[in-house]
């Protein structure tokens, strides 16, 4: 599969290209088993400023107009490109007209290629993309990615190559940003940590290395926080990103890896403080000085400023089959399909083939959302029997009571038992389209992007994804 991967950053837009290998990993002897062997990345793109048409609104023409000159210089087309993802990270995906700027770049790249904003999201591609996933996997030991952008640091933790926990903060470079000297922009974000310091910076005060560094060293004192190296203190809870999942240390973590664009100011120091016109190479300084950080191994990871479009275009896509069920192949791709976990009454009525309460939730959930259908999880039993999968099927029916004419049933199966469901759903409603899959890891709130079938129809390229904005 051809994917792509767009990072639209606070500081920085990029866009790199990738190939994804898929094969089949299973023996002749059993039922086939799809998954992603391998990548090569064809393109690193540039790294652009993120154009601006002021504080609160991203150009999207000129965003657009980056793109198309990356796929120019890549050499492919927009039509090529089977699956990946659109990021917008940090600020950006704040700012007011941040969802319009998805819309566009979903018809600019390409059929499957999706548009996805949301700390936790960043949080964990951007240390796959840094390569501290399989690094704990191979040191079998609990290891964290900081990435740190222009206005967010986002941790991941892995213990043994399993995602551990994340989280995300409003610090980072871009927060404070000067021109000739002078301050033209502070956050909301620094003027908390002015507040707690009892200091005062307005736009238009010199820009003076003192001042600015204690707010830096307050913001790696709150990174220290966030990796258990340190006491939590107030600051530590009101930087906390909105949306972000909240992250309480559950065991030591042995190795740190940073990524983003401060990131490479911590391993490669500069004393030209300001040379981007905000205090990125000094917050780099006040990590790298920091006491709390020598506490635990530094890792050098695979990448740093393109972690996450990286991330982006090589670990966002997984694969489900060869266990499912549909009806059509002219049904995909299908775009931002939220996934609906029934209550837990409804669950265990559902294991006995009653879906009343089913539909009475789904009724709900479609009407304060405004989604005109949904992907209904069923994994009440990881191996059900043959009678157990009859009843599941008699309960999913009722997910079309809820549903206008010409929309599928959809269905997740928390097992290998989506063929088997599907079809059994299936003959009690012959006249309706059914999509049933499994094999894919989601959770309340995340939506799916269902790609084309592949490999003769026995598996589909999955995204999942977070959207989150304002």
Request: with cysteine; glycine share 12%; net charge negative.
């Amino acid at each position: 599969m051809i994917s792509v991967g767009i990072d639209i950053g606070t500081s920085t837009t990029s866009m790199i290209v990738s190939r994804l290998n898929v094969k089949n990993t299973a023996s002749g002897f059993t039922v086939p088993k799809i998954a992603i062997a391998g990548s090569e990345i064809l393109y690193r793109g540039e790294i652009y400023q993120t154009p601006l048409k002021d504080s609160s609104h991203i150009d999207v023409d000129q965003v657009a107009g980056l793109i198309r000159e990356e796929y120019r210089k890549a050499g492919i087309l927009p039509e090529q490109v089977q699956t990946g993802a659109v990021i917008i990270t940090g600020e950006s995906s704040r700012k007011e007209n941040s969802a319009l700027v998805t819309d566009r770049m979903s018809s600019l790249a390409g059929e499957f290629v999706v548009a996805a904003a949301g700390p936790d999201l960043e949080s964990v591609i951007a240390a796959k993309g840094a390569g501290i996933h399989q690094y704990s996997e191979e040191h079998a030991c609990t290891a964290a990615n900081l990435d740190i952008g222009g206005g967010t640091s986002n941790l991941a933790v892995f213990s043994r190559g399993e995602l551990a926990g994340k989280g995300c903060w409003d610090i980072g470079g871009r927060l404070i940003r000067m021109e000739s000297g002078r301050i033209t922009y502070i956050s909301e974000s620094v003027h908390k940590i002015l507040d707690r310091l009892g200091l005062e910076l307005r736009t238009g005060d010199r820009a003076e290395e003192e001042l600015l560094r204690s707010v830096t060293d307050v913001m790696a004192s709150v990174l220290a926080q966030a990796l258990g190296l340190e006491q939590a203190g107030p600051l530590y809870r009101e930087l906390y990103t909105p949306g972000a999942s909240r992250y309480e240390p559950e065991r030591p973590i042995t190795s740190i890896s940073f990524s983003g664009g401060v990131a490479q100011y911590i391993y490669h120091p500069s004393e030209d403080w300001f040379r981007h016109g905000d205090i990125g190479p000094l917050l780099a300084d006040s990590i790298g000085k920091s006491p709390l950080f020598s506490q635990i191994e530094t890792v050098v990871p695979r990448e740093t400023i393109r972690a996450t479009v990286i991330g982006a275009g090589v670990h966002t896509t997984m694969v489900s089959g060869s266990t499912i069920f549909y009806t059509r192949e002219d049904l995909f791709p299908l775009k931002n399909v939220p996934v609906f976990f029934p209550g837990r009454e409804a669950a265990e009525d559902i294991s006995r083939g009653d879906g009343r309460r089913l539909y009475e939730e789904m009724c709900w959930y479609l009407g304060e959302t405004g989604a005109d259908n949904l992907l209904v999880w069923c994994g009440q039993n990881q191996s059900p029997t043959y009678r157990q999968i009859q009843n599941m099927a008699a309960a999913m029916t009722w997910i079309s009571h809820g549903l206008g004419e010409g929309h599928p049933v959809l269905i997740l199966a928390g097992a290998d038992f989506a063929k088997a469901l599907g079809q059994a759903v299936r003959r009690r409603l012959p006249k309706r389209e059914i999509i049933c899959i499994d094999g894919v890891l989601a959770s309340a709130g995340d939506y799916l992007d269902l790609g084309r079938p592949m490999e003769g129809g026995i598996t589909i390229p999955v995204v999942v994804k977070t959207l989150i904005f304002g």
